[in-house]
């Protein structure tokens, strides 16, 4: 495992990844933990003692400190239960998203060398191009139906792992496989002294509590989907676990039947909420708290949600998957602070730089730099890559994450994000960010959802939107984005779609807008 060191501080058994469900198993044995869609519901108890008897099957199929196991269920109880027992193994837990096919598993498979594979009765058909020597464990169907794979209910019926790993802090916890939309995807290594820091420094700004319910429709691939796990297992909360593609008519059914009282997601599932709450009042009297990451939720989503929902918390978040949470603006801020993505967290610093790597005075806009605990040791069997992004400046200094973002911290440690670095566009002879012209249509009236692009062949900006209201034309939008931003930043092209597509994480998909702008 490459940049990890050999032996650092060690915790007492059970205090690794493993200790958020064996503590809570301990204090609140029979709350319940886990609850999915398929109807399954879990204990705190019940999840510890399952995850104990996978645990065991692993080690009885020759498992041990460091190997890794690929998880690729749809969002189920099975897939919490595999991530701890793998963890109590000492091992690496790989969690991939259920709607990856063939070719993009196989990929993920050769770099993570992973030994076991757990699937359901609807992954388990994208393994065809699996290497050879992958354990293959099967749920939701008899293991006699899938040749030359084991069943989850033989696994589990195993004797249970009779001591729990006993390990150290920088040892790996987890790999994470980003999205790979400029090129392969790449795997960052978080250990578990990374992953129990951020959900402390989280979970001390957003104060999850034993009688929450937290709903997730993101992919538990999705990191900040998969962090929802260890952030309710903490606090003692439950964890409901739905579906991405429940996101839609029925999803505020869904929410009050599961009595849902803390929604973390993207802009896109608020913006589909939003929808549905215009054409009729929403009946959701548990829900007190939504969170926001992974792309910028517009403050018009935030004033509409506080609308339909009076008294709801908004926590907007910035974060990358190498350091999962930078900063959070909490309720209370965001009136004042309306464009900031909030403070660091605690022991937590983040600055920006100019291009030589020279710390920027407060307000000026550069190359965004974090430090702290929660900082990724890089990325997965790739050094080269992981020293252009993880950079230790001098031998007393700890390692920084140069994030290729750019923004601005104020005098008051209120962080401003600007853009991916990836994301600014020279158009007319101008660097424009085009989040603010996304930011800008999505504070007019109507407009749910925003995404701009750029055609090279001629310089024209084109900018999708999804409406609520279809009386809005072309001309309107058009008119109003005309009095506010400067010329070279008005679209030349405006589109109105039936629906905005999404990736797998739920985020706006600009590549599939890249293809219809064709160049």
Known sequence: MSGFPTMAKCWQVGSGVS????????????????????????????????????????????????????????????????????????????????????????????????????????????????????????????????????????????????????????????????????????GVTLSHDNIRYVVGAIQERLGYRSGDTIGVFLPLAFDYGLYQIFLAAQSGAKLYLGDPDQVGPRLPQIMRAAGISVLPGVPSVYAALIALGRRRPLDLPSLRAITNTGERLPLSYIREMQAMFPGLDVFVMYGLTECKRVSILLPAEWETHPDSVGRALA????????????????????????????????????????????????PECAVELFTGDSGSVDADGFLYFSARSDDLLKHRGNRISPLEIEMEACGLEGVVEASLLKRESDDTLHLFLTISDEAMGVDTILRALSETLEPAKVPEYVFILDGMPKSLNGKIDRKDLAARVGD
């Open 19 to 186: 200790g958020f469900l064996s503590a809570q198993a301990y204090l609140t044995p029979d709350e319940v933990f886990l609850e999915d869609r398929h109807g399954n519901v879990l204990t705190y108890s019940a999840t510890a003692e399952m995850a104990k008897r996978f645990a065991g099957y692993l080690q009885s199929k020759g498992m041990k400190r460091g190997d890794r196991v690929a998880i690729h269920l749809q969002n189920r109880v099975e897939l919490v239960v595999a991530l701890f027992a793998t963890a109590m193994l000492g091992g690496i837990y790989v969690v991939l998203h259920s709607k990856l096919r063939s070719t993009g598993l196989a990929k993920i498979l050769e770099q993570a060398e992973a030994r076991v594979i757990v699937l359901d009765e609807v992954t388990h058909s994208n393994l065809d191009a699996a290497s050879g020597g992958l354990i293959p464990v099967i749920v939701g169907r008899d293991g006699d139906e899938a040749v030359g794979y084991d069943s989850w209910e033989d696994a589990i019926s195993r004797p249970p792992l009779e001591e729990e790993w006993n390990g150290c802090d920088v040892d790996a916890a987890c790999l994470v496989f980003t999205s790979g939309s400029t090129g392969a995807p790449r």
């Open 347 to 394: 022991g937590t610093e983040v600055y920006a730089v100019d291009p030589g790597g020279n710390r920027l005075p407060p307000g000026e806009v550069g190359e965004l730099v974090v430090r702290g605990r929660h900082v990724a040791h890089g990325y997965w069997r790739a050094p080269e890559e992981s020293a252009k992004r993880f950079r230790k400046r001098a």
